[in-house]
């Protein structure tokens, strides 16, 4: 795979180097860097992505149909800085984990849908299975903490799926896809436009047997070596393959957009959507004949009113609600420590959770060099939890809990001067269980001529603890209990970046950003006592790197992108690398596009993935046996790796009435590896599919 890469980069930089001359004709419409593109979430208003301060990355639609992208996973992975890992496949029930610049674990990140707070109302997980991707117009991450503006969950950045509006005229789209590991997808969308309303809808149907996941995993257990001539041996712990898993998934996505523009200064805005996402998760350990099963369903809506009163007061309200039902079959030991394979029963986990949002926003230019934003929040959170077994008897007493935040936030961008601009920026949160909250931020964006730009930001976001790890039922988990904290603090973050962005020319732009987070009071199950353990404040870290990323517009039809990520990311105690964080990421893409003269369109990409090695520990123990218990001699740390390098190839026509077909390929070159300790990703995945438009 270094053959690879190095094939690539040399390709990528000769044509860079050497076919711009040959594209000065090349028209203006085919090149749209993310200079000129629009953002809404890094002030929570529209402006141009050079005009920011804030480090901001956008995937476009086109974006996702060039590199092939599948899921939210694919399309996340092309960012620097941006780590997705699914410690279970397509599993739901077992979080995705989004790592934005070593902001590490599943629930650190903001998810929004076109604005809207989809984290779980329960444990803040993100859940990445919610919207289809045929409706997606662009995705939107902040990186970097942004809880001045956006509180609790934004520690390393923000997630905003921006879904498609109505164009002009109606349309219908129809789209069937195939392809091996038992996979199928039917997507149905449609779309419309008049004077004054527009709309869309999209529905989404998946059926895969182990797409992301074989259905075998690596397994670990104890070994023992063979004793050596002094009687001394070794026990430690070893990975070996083993099949027989279940993990298929069924995924239901539904997602909704409507916009009524009543005049030229007020608009209406609807969002709603459903997604259920169920799967198999293996066998049970101690059940015979019996499989791990998850279903999530999530449901959300919101309404937006936005309207310009008096004295350009811009001012917008907006109502939101999501709720979610989990249930987790599994299996539980009646008794505590190790019961008998005998004590085991049938076990249903029903969680359930329902947020609700509140917020009232107002912004004015208040003169030609301060543009205020000001806004009120209220958020409302509910969960449930009950347990039972195959009889539908309580396996422990069913609770409810509840809790609440109020704040107010306040944003000041000032232009200083022509090529200078400021923003500062604060949050005053009130939760109803641990107390109040201030976030500040502070952002800088300095133009030292037509194509070069320096960004600078510091600033402090937090975590609320959620009502899982305050309130959950006391369960049992394995052979000990998880318990509930209600003392818990908020998690916080103290963030710092400093970027420069290039912009070569009219097709070519460069940037490179420096970062540093201190994560501390992050909360973990922590042993208490004996197989006990219990959610506590006591996880801390630091991340510091560098992130490259490269666009190059070579001519009428050839372009690349390079991005790497550099993420030392160290548990501030033990001064060690995190298990299971890569130190080095990066993409290469080199891609091709052909118009025809009757508007049909050829696109091809190819893209090659890095990941270096991703420490896994584990422990060696030698002991010595003469007559009696065995004498523990030493142990030994035994670092397990995962990472390298796979090769995506994705193929795609269209004609100008948008019928087509597409081919894509990942892991084109079928390499066998691992992503963390026990999963074995797939081999080659190839997945065809046919687009009708009517």
């Known amino acids: 795979m270094t053959k690879i890469w190095s094939l690539l980069l040399t390709i990528c930089f000769v044509l ?119 409706s997606v117009e662009r995705i939107e991450v902040i990186k970097g903490g942004y809880s001045a503006l956006y509180g609790s969950n934004a520690l390393g950045g923000i997630v905003n799926i921006i879904t498609k509006a109505g164009k002009e005229g109606k349309k219908t789209n129809f789209q069937v896809e195939k392809g091996n590991f038992g996979t199928y997808n039917y997507l149905v969308s449609t779309q419309g436009n008049n004077n004054k309303t527009s709309y869309n809808l999209s529905i989404e149907k998946n059926h895969t047997d182990n797409f992301l996941y074989n259905d075998e995993r690596y397994v670990g257990g104890m070994y023992q070596s063979p004793p050596r001539p002094d009687n001394t041996y070794d026990m430690y712990w070893k990975y070996t393959k083993q099949d027989g898993y279940n993990l298929d998934y069924d995924g239901l996505k539904i997602n909704g957009k409507w916009k009524y523009q009543q005049n030229d200064k007020t608009t209406w805005n609807f969002i709603s959507g459903y997604s259920k ?67 085991y029963v049938r076990s249903l986990r029903e969680v359930n959770g329902k947020a609700r949002k509140a917020e009232l926003q107002m912004e004015k230019a208040v003169n030609e060099k301060n543009y205020l934003t000001f806004g009120l929040d209220k958020v409302w959170n509910e969960a449930d939890w009950e347990m039972t077994d195959s009889a ?104 710092y970046d400093f970027g420069i962005e290039k912009s070569f020319n009219e097709k070519s732009k460069g940037t490179l950003t420096f970062f540093q987070n201190k994560m501390k009071d992050f909360i973990v199950l922590t042993k208490t006592s004996g197989m006990d353990s219990q959610y506590q404040n006591v996880g801390s870290a630091k991340a510091q790197g560098m992130e490259l990323g490269l666009t190059n517009k070579i001519d009428d039809h050839w372009s690349s992108s390079i991005s790497y990520t550099y993420n030392d990311l160290k548990d501030s105690k033990s001064k060690k690398r995190l298990d299971g964080y890569a130190l080095h990421t990066g993409t290469v893409g080199l891609y091709y596009t052909s118009k025809y003269q009757d508007n049909n369109k050829f696109t091809a990409g190819l893209i ?87």
């Open 16 to 134: 860079s180097n050497l076919l711009p001359a040959w594209a000065e004709e090349t028209a203006k419409d085919n090149l749209s860097f993310e200079l000129e593109q629009i953002v809404v979430t890094a002030a929570k208003r529209e402006q141009l992505v050079k005009d920011t301060p804030a480090n901001v990355a956008v995937v476009t639609k086109e974006d996702l149909k060039k590199a092939g992208a599948r899921s939210f996973d694919d399309a996340l992975k092309l960012i620097p800085g941006v780590l997705v890992n699914r410690p279970q496949g397509q599993a739901i029930g077992i979080p995705q984990s989004i790592s934005i610049r070593g902001v590490y674990g599943p629930d650190r990140t903001l998810l929004l849908v076109d604005g809207m707070p989809i984290n779980s109302p329960v444990t803040g997980f993100v859940n990445l299975n919610i919207v289809p991707l045929e």
């Open 277 to 343: 996402n169920e799967n198999g998760n293996g066998r049970l350990e101690h059940i015979p004949n019996a499989d791990y099963e998850n279903k999530t369903e999530q449901y959300y809506g919101g309404m937006e009113y936005k309207t310009i009163l008096g004295n350009q007061l811009i001012t917008t309200i907006k109502l939101y609600q999501t709720n979610q039902e989990t249930e987790n079959k599994g299996e539980y030991g009646l008794t505590s420590g190790m019961p008998p394979v005998t004590n």
């Open 392 to 495: 539908n008897s309580n396996l422990y007493t069913p609770t409810q809990a509840s809790d609440n935040n109020w704040a107010f936030y306040l944003q000041d961008e000032m232009k200083l001067n022509a090529k200078t601009d400021l923003v500062l920026g604060g949050r005053y949160d009130k939760h109803s269980k641990f107390g109040d909250n201030f976030s500040p931020k502070a952002g800088v964006l300095h133009r030292l001529n037509e194509k070069i730009i320096l960004r600078a930001n510091a600033g402090q976001s937090f975590k609320a603890p959620t009502l899982e790890e305050l309130f959950s039922p006391k369960w049992k988990m394995g052979s000990g209990y998880n318990n509930p904290n209600p003392a818990l603090q908020p998690e916080k973050v103290d963030s």
């Open 608 to 694: 090659a993935k890095m990941s270096s090695d991703k420490n896994n520990t584990s422990t060696k123990t030698t002991y010595r046996k003469i007559m009696g218990p065995p004498v523990k001699l030493g142990e030994e740390k035994i670092i397990y790796t995962y990472g390298g390098t796979t090769l995506d190839l994705n193929l795609n026509w269209q004609n100008k009435n948008g019928n087509g077909w597409f081919i894509n390929v990942q892991n084109l070159t079928d390499k066998e590896y691992a992503e963390g300790a026990n999963e074995c990703l797939p081999g080659r995945a190839v997945l065809a599919g046919a687009n009708f438009a009517f």
